[in-house]
């Protein structure tokens, strides 16, 4: 089918999807990869003989161990031979959107969901009145546990993820080494503390439980862990108001959420039914429906504010299904609107939970073009909206506009928590949200949010970890608050003040080693990032507002 070097890359590549770091996939590959696969396909290929040809290419030519190589090819061929058998998409489409790069062709689709005529004109928050209601919330972005973390591993090793016993003897902590994955033990001792020092009104819980060893996990090793650390919330937190959101880690192949219609070997119920099982001490019944039939779900935490959590997988480019059908996958986003228009009519605001931000590139462009105007829309009644997925401490501030003009102005904010795991080169970190809420005329708004984290180098030379606090963004940024005029004022500040360009730089690393942003590029891009909500949409990115 192609060479044994293009044969391993095809390997790596597909092991390391949304998981390796250092990892890149040029067009060129990714097109050779694609039309592989697709004459394989063409030529009644059984999936046995890929299979065989791929992993014996991997093991000889020793890029990679041989157990990553058969879990691999194992682990991933099979979906992407039957979805390149059924999309009508070309191979430099596809290579295009699972790169955000331009490969030769573009996958361009103009579907969108019905949103009612008539937005609302945009009313600013206001500060509330002092001594007003907080209610706290507790964000739990990104946990990844490694349940064959060992003390004593390697933390370098010839696998993507290492601090595993059969990789050999090394450094790996009692706590967690931040080139590896989170240690179970680091989980229980950061429950433990939540219990007893921290105090939230309620928790968010935004997905990606497994660990990263993406080429070696079953469906049963998916559910066994979702089952494992629900246990352990319940065990530490009884009681608590937890609203759950899935992750882009949950499934197995890792990234892959067939839509509802596929209901064969590539079916999702098996997921689904897990975390409809999993979740029914948090959530009713009617809310355990949708989540069987999509992983979304909407509930009201109070008469005056709704959770809505959604399945933000179906944005995810590295979502190979897609490629057959990508348009509102579940139909998940009418559904969006739906709830959107009860909430508006009822005088409720409303807080959207997810794992995948939309503005980033790895989000498909339709499906975040839709989100984002559905948010217009709605922007008085959606006052805040809360991701994990990139394992950094970041945000990206929303537009009542596409396009950047003079009457354009910030109406929301998407918060992306720090991760819990430690991967890759974090201190894991947790966040409390300040929030103005619980009384009459509230606005729902955030005012400010709180990262917690431990300094792992600390808790294993003295062998108990300590959780204190990083930062304030109020405090640490000199803001009024967080709502979304304060975010954009900030995103301007970053342009002129290198001295604080650099300390967004190193909360949103929360490590032990701070990159820098030292030329202009690399500080247009970071600056991009935060005014970005619609995918690869940076029109907002250098407008003076």
Same mark, same amino acid.
């Given at each position: ?46 999936? +046995? ?71 609302p004109e945009y009313i600013p928050p206001q500060l509330p009145k002092p001594g007003s209601r907080v209610i706290r919330a507790l964000h739990l972005a990104d946990p990844h546990i490694d349940r064959f973390y060992a003390v004593g591993s390697k933390v370098d090793c010839s696998e993507p993820l290492c601090c595993r016993a059969w990789l050999g003897s090394g450094d790996a902590g009692k706590w967690g080494n931040v080139k590896c994955d989170a240690p179970a033990a680091l989980l229980e001792n950061l429950f433990q503390h939540v219990n007893t020092s ?68 590539? +079916? ?48 995810? +480019? ?8 990508? $348009? ?39 499906? $975040? ?116 005029r304060d975010w954009l004022y900030f995103a301007h500040r970053c342009k002129a003040n290198d001295k604080l360009l650099q300390l967004y730089m190193r909360h949103r690393q929360h490590g032990p080693a701070s990159p820098t942003c030292g030329n202009a590029e690399c500080r247009d891009r970071l600056i991009c990032s935060m005014l970005t909500s619609a995918s690869r949409n940076t029109n907002h990115c250098l407008a003076n507002y």
């Amino acid at each position: 089918m192609t060479s044994i070097k293009t044969l391993v890359l095809i390997l790596g590549a597909l092991s390391c999807l949304g998981t390796c770091t250092g990892f890149s996939v040029p067009c060129w590959l990714c097109v050779k990869v694609m039309n592989s696969i697709h004459e394989g396909v063409l030529h009644n290929s059984t999936e +046995s003989a890929v299979v065989d040809v791929v992993e014996a290419a991997c093991i000889v030519s020793r890029m990679v161990s041989t157990r990553v190589c058969e879990a691999s090819v194992k682990e991933f061929l099979p979906t992407l031979m039957e979805v390149i058998r059924r999309t009508h998409l070309d191979t430099k489409a596809i290579c295009s959107e699972l790169l955000s790069d331009n490969c030769g062709s573009t996958f361009i689709t103009n579907w969108t969901v019905p949103v009612p005529v008539g937005t609302p004109e945009y009313i600013p928050p206001q500060l509330p009145k002092p001594g007003s209601r907080v209610i706290r919330a507790l964000h739990l972005a990104d946990p990844h546990i490694d349940r064959f973390y060992a003390v004593g591993s390697k933390v370098d090793c010839s696998e993507p993820l290492c601090c595993r016993a059969w990789l050999g003897s090394g450094d790996a902590g009692k706590w967690g080494n931040v080139k590896c994955d989170a240690p179970a033990a680091l989980l229980e001792n950061l429950f433990q503390h939540v219990n007893t020092s921290v105090d939230a009104d309620y928790v968010i819980w935004t997905g990606d439980i497994p660990a990263h060893d993406v080429w070696n996990q079953t469906r049963d090793d998916q559910m066994d862990v979702i089952v494992t650390i629900t246990k352990m919330l319940q065990r530490y937190m009884p009681g608590a108001v937890i609203y759950p959101a899935v992750g882009n880690h949950e499934s197995a192949p890792v990234n892959v959420f067939a839509p509802p219609w596929e209901t064969g070997r590539f +079916s999702q119920q098996w997921l689904y039914n897990t975390l409809a099982d999993t979740w029914r001490d948090w959530l009713p019944e009617y809310a355990l429906d949708t989540v069987r039939r999509g992983g979304f779900y909407s509930i009201p935490h109070s008469h005056d504010l709704r959770i809505i959590s959604l399945n933000f997988n179906f944005c995810g +480019s590295l979502n190979f299904w897609l490629y057959v059908e990508d $348009s509102d996958p579940a139909g998940q986003l009418e559904w969006l609107v739906q709830e959107l228009v009860k909430a508006e009519a009822a005088g409720e605001k409303v807080h959207i939970i997810g794992h995948i931000p939309p503005g980033v590139a790895g989000c498909m462009k339709t499906w $975040s073009g839709v989100y984002n105007k559905i948010i217009m829309r709605f922007q008085n009644t959606v006052v805040a909206q809360f991701f994990g997925h990139t394992h950094k401490d970041e945000f990206q501030v929303f537009f009542n506009s596409s396009e950047a003009d003079a009457d354009t102005v910030p109406n929301n904010v998407a918060f992306i928590a720090p991760s819990v795991t430690t991967w890759s080169n974090h201190f894991p970190t947790f966040r409390l949200y300040d929030i103005d809420g619980g009384y009459a005329g509230c606005s729902w708004h955030v005012l400010d949010h709180h990262n917690y984290w431990c300094n792992l180098t600390d808790a294993n030379a003295s062998g108990t970890p300590k959780w204190t606090l990083e930062y304030s963004a109020r405090k640490s940024y000199d803001m009024p608050s967080l709502f979304p005029r304060d975010w954009l004022y900030f995103a301007h500040r970053c342009k002129a003040n290198d001295k604080l360009l650099q300390l967004y730089m190193r909360h949103r690393q929360h490590g032990p080693a701070s990159p820098t942003c030292g030329n202009a590029e690399c500080r247009d891009r970071l600056i991009c990032s935060m005014l970005t909500s619609a995918s690869r949409n940076t029109n907002h990115c250098l407008a003076n507002y």
